[in-house]
């Protein structure tokens, strides 16, 4: 999800529905491909091989961007600009290779950043080939962001998400590829001979359909083959060594990561990041986050209309008659506008980041369930990928009824500013604004002023979107928006990833999956046993993709679908195609667009520097200026320091921490917390912008069962002079006492 907030972002700055005679062909193809409410059945076949049929390989990397100073991503909103952080991020990297063919090999990357990038991975594929030559190619190697709203911005390459973070961050971007690098070397570098597992399970209430009238667009028929309208169902590929040991596990389940809400201003992985840490801290308890060699990756999948403030959206207008009401179930209004009507998490009564922590545990508790039961399925199989380019400005293509379709130059509508309820928009813009007639004409007169104005076939491409930014056709300084985008998949045995370059609402995501099973099937690639799941965001950030049904009512995901209302058939119709480049004895290449034009180096970035840090008067850089309290601590206490700080741009401190909780054991300090622990938050407080002064405060919540003894907390720190060098320091607090 990319939400604008125009109430600060603009002061910076025809094809008829085919789906009724298409209606028995797909129910036809539906039930081919075992088109069920449930989970996929998977049957269980022998144990694992003894000699290892894959090579398999897992990193970590931290990717975390500056924590201060910089919006973050996802929200898009100029006021959410980081103060500090709560959970770094991270990227994971898990290589598998076909042991009886090396040169066949997938590279799977799960970052905690927002959504993948063709500018990032572009570098990121440039420094692998110098690195490791035709190892890891653009066809092999999949970049999937998990979607979290708390990462640092800035780092997309197209301007219009740029907006909101003045431009672009280099040492975001540069923060992602390093720690994106660190994770696959250490993936390449651990290849071993392993098996890989398959497993599900269904998981209830860790999500939610935030656009519930758009689903109910959708034929009547296909909606009574599901008993929710979000999908429920956890995939897990668990990694083992030979000897049968786990290395690691990716799973799938579709849920936004929207836990934190937009107020929020502390760095963190949202409830993904939470999941991962659970699973890794589960195995290995005994390691620091980040030094971990289990790896677990919590990946994003048809997330579209998913949301995980599960309590649903209510009116939060005080002084209102409507306040604490549900909201308009069409609109998602509250009095006919959309900025009072926000979701609610589980732990609203406590704070979103409760919320966070129970789908975060929701999503690790069911993947425990999955692979410490004994009814995984062995993978076994070739290791295949295939990828293209494709232009979705103009491609044509024919529907399954024979009839022309083509999707569009990049445009969104009106809805789009009307954002969602994981984070409203402003202004009388609301969702599901179908009509030609903008509610607002002083819109009209000030979108011309923004993007070109659309022609009358850009319209009727588009129709029923009313058009708000005409995107597509907004090449200065650069491209506002992405034209081509990245088609691609990845097999390994009977498990086949649709990586796809946007976000499938829940519906487009079953019609995909199904649509591509029973092509994998029918082509003879692979027999029932198919397992098909979608990854994405990925690669290129191609905003949403809905069904026709659901872009017609032009609620945000349809007035997101940028290519227009063929989006959907025009994937199905293109990863259809590359299907038979999966197949075990598949040879050659397919023909492709060309790449999209690199736009990194046209960047410009507003951020200014950091110009000098002091301490104030009679003071030094580290120093305590509100100290722990006295007498004894206990679990569910929250320790509290606060430290004469500097800019934590100046270092940031990648694969380290800004601070450690320390415990005293035989005389040594001992770490026991670093920022990484969910338990711990840094939060940086510029005093004086003229004088350089700032402070730092350090917290750290108890957890049960912390053991009793004696603590102090210390931040590391780095400070500026006015000459640029940069000096590190720390600071110690007073001991304390855990009773």
């Given at each position: 999800m990319?939400?604008p ?8 700055s025809a ?13 036809v193809m539906y039930?081919?491909a075992f ?5 996929p059945?998977?049957?269980v076949?022998?144990g694992?091989?003894s000699?290892?049929e ?6 970590i ?6 924590v201060v100073?910089t919006n ?5 909103f ?8 709560h959970m ?6 898990f ?11 997938v590279?799977?990357i799960n970052?905690?950043?927002c959504?993948g990038?063709?500018g990032i ?9 110098s ?12 970049l999937?962001?998990?979607h979290?709203h ?7 390459e197209?301007?219009l998400p ?5 431009g672009?961050?280099?040492?975001t971007?540069?923060a992602i ?7 696959i ?11 890989i ?5 269904t ?8 656009s519930?009238?758009a689903?109910l ?8 083959m599901?008993?929710e ?11 083992e ?6 290395m690691g ?6 849920v936004?990561g929207?836990s ?20 890794e ?7 620091m986050p980040?030094?971990?060699s289990?790896?677990?990756g919590?990946v994003?999948s ?10 649903g ?5 005080p002084?209102?008659?409507?306040d ?10 509250c009095?006919?506008r959309?900025e009072?009507?926000h979701?609610?998490g589980?732990g609203?009564h406590?704070?979103?980041?409760e ?7 929701a999503?690790?508790e069911?993947?425990?369930t999955v ?10 199989g070739?290791?295949k990928s295939?990828?293209?380019y494709l ?9 399954p ?6 999707t569009?130059?990049?445009?969104l509508?009106?809805?789009f500013a ?11 813009f609301?969702?599901g604004?179908?009509s030609?007639q903008?509610q ?10 923004i ?7 850009q ?15 907004n090449h200065?300084?650069y ?6 985008v990245?088609v691609q998949?990845?097999?390994v045995g ?5 990586v ?10 079953r ?5 591509l099973r ?5 082509e003879?690639?692979l027999?029932?046993?198919a ?5 994405g965001?990925a690669n290129?950030y ?6 026709r049904?659901e ?8 007035a997101?679908?940028?290519?227009g209302?063929a989006?959907?058939?025009?994937y199905?119709?293109?990863y259809?195609?590359?299907v038979p ?26 951020q200014t520097?950091v110009?000098v840090?002091?301490?104030?008067i009679?003071k030094?850089?580290?120093?305590v200026?509100i ?7 206990h679990a ?10 500097a800019?934590p741009?100046?270092?940031l401190?990648l694969d ?7 415990r ?5 300090w001992?770490v026991a917390?670093?920022d ?5 938050t840094y939060?940086?407080n510029?005093?004086?912008k003229v004088l ?27 400070s ?6 940069i000096s590190?320091?720390?600071?110690d607090?007073?001991t304390?006492?855990?009773g």
């Amino acid at each position: 999800m990319y939400l604008p907030s125009f109430s600060t972002a603009l002061a910076d700055s025809a094809f008829p529905f085919n789906w009724i005679h298409d209606a028995m062909r797909l129910f036809v193809m539906y039930l081919a491909a075992f088109f069920t409410a449930s989970p996929p059945v998977i049957e269980v076949y022998g144990g694992s091989s003894s000699n290892g049929e894959y090579l398999i390989g897992l990193g970590i990397g931290d990717v975390t961007g500056p924590v201060v100073e910089t919006n973050m991503m996802g929200y898009a909103f100029l006021p959410q600009t980081d103060t500090g952080l709560h959970m770094r991020q991270r990227s994971r990297a898990f290589i598998v290779v076909d042991a009886s063919n090396p040169s066949e090999r997938v590279l799977f990357i799960n970052s905690d950043i927002c959504m993948g990038d063709s500018g990032i991975r572009r570098t990121i594929l440039s420094s692998l080939q110098s690195l490791y030559g035709d190892l890891y190619t653009p066809a092999n190697t999949a970049l999937v962001g998990t979607h979290a709203h708390s990462g640092v911005g800035g780092y997309l390459e197209n301007l219009l998400p740029q907006v909101t973070s003045l431009g672009y961050v280099n040492e975001t971007a540069a923060a992602i590829v390093s720690g994106t690098l660190k994770a696959i070397a250490d993936a390449h570098n651990s290849l071993v001979p392993g098996n890989i597992k398959l497993g599900n399970t269904t998981l209830l209430n860790a999500n939610r359909n935030r656009s519930p009238s758009a689903y109910l667009a959708n034929p009547e028929w296909e909606r009574a083959m599901y008993e929710e309208n979000q999908d429920t169902t956890v995939t897990v590929l668990g990694f083992e060594n030979v000897g049968g040991d786990a290395m690691g596990l990716l799973s799938f389940f579709p849920v936004h990561g929207t836990s934190l809400y937009e107020n929020n201003t502390l760095v963190s992985g949202d409830n993904k990041g939470m999941a991962a840490w659970m699973y890794e801290s589960y195995i290995e308890s005994s390691s620091m986050p980040g030094n971990n060699s289990f790896v677990a990756g919590f990946v994003q999948s048809n997330v579209g209309d998913t949301t995980p403030n599960t309590l649903g959206a209510y009116c939060e207008s005080p002084g209102k008659p409507w306040d604490g009401q549900p909201c308009e179930f069409e609109h998602s209004t509250c009095g006919n506008r959309t900025e009072d009507c926000h979701g609610r998490g589980p732990g609203f009564h406590i704070s979103d980041f409760e919320s966070n922590r129970i789908i975060g545990q929701a999503q690790f508790e069911a993947t425990r369930t999955v692979v410490e039961n004994s009814n995984m399925t062995t993978v076994s199989g070739s290791v295949k990928s295939v990828h293209v380019y494709l232009d979705m400005t103009t491609y044509t293509f024919t529907l399954p009824n024979g009839t022309l379709a083509k999707t569009c130059p990049a445009a969104l509508g009106y809805s789009f500013a009307g954002g969602t309820t994981d984070g409203p928009g402003a202004f009388d813009f609301i969702q599901g604004d179908n009509s030609s007639q903008s509610q607002n004409p002083f819109w009209e007169v000030v979108k011309r002023f923004i993007t070109p104005a659309p022609s009358e076939e850009q319209i009727a491409c588009h129709y029923p979107k009313p058009i708000l930014l005409n995107s597509g056709y907004n090449h200065q300084p650069y491209d506002w928006s992405p034209g081509t985008v990245d088609v691609q998949m990845l097999r390994v045995g009977q498990f086949v990833i649709l990586v796809m370059p946007g976000e499938l609402t829940t519906m487009a995501g079953r019609r995909m999956r199904d649509a591509l099973r029973a092509r994998l099937i029918a082509e003879g690639v692979l027999d029932d046993r198919a397992y098909v799941v979608i990854a994405g965001p990925a690669n290129t950030y191609g905003h949403y993709v809905t069904t026709r049904e659901e872009y017609s009512v032009q609620r945000y995901e349809g007035a997101s679908t940028i290519f227009g209302p063929a989006t959907l058939d025009a994937y199905i119709n293109k990863y259809s195609e590359l299907v038979p480049y999966l197949a075990t004895n598949a040879t050659g290449i397919p023909s492709s667009n060309a790449a999209p034009p690199e736009q990194t180096s046209k960047a410009i970035s507003l951020q200014t520097s950091v110009v000098v840090d002091n301490p104030p008067i009679f003071k030094h850089f580290g120093d305590v200026l509100i100290d722990v309290e006295s007498g004894i601590y206990h679990a569910g206490d929250t320790v509290a320091v606060r430290f004469v700080g500097a800019n934590p741009r100046n270092n940031l401190r990648l694969d380290g921490t800004f601070l450690t909780v320390d415990r005293q054991l035989d005389g040594e300090w001992v770490v026991a917390r670093t920022d990484s622990h969910p338990s711990t938050t840094y939060q940086w407080n510029r005093t004086s912008k003229v004088l350089g002064t700032s402070t730092v405060d350090i917290r750290w919540t108890i957890e049960d069962e912390t053991p009793a003894g004696t603590y102090r907390i210390t931040y590391y720190g780095d400070s500026k002079s006015l000459l640029g060098s940069i000096s590190a320091f720390t600071g110690d607090s007073s001991t304390f006492t855990v009773g």
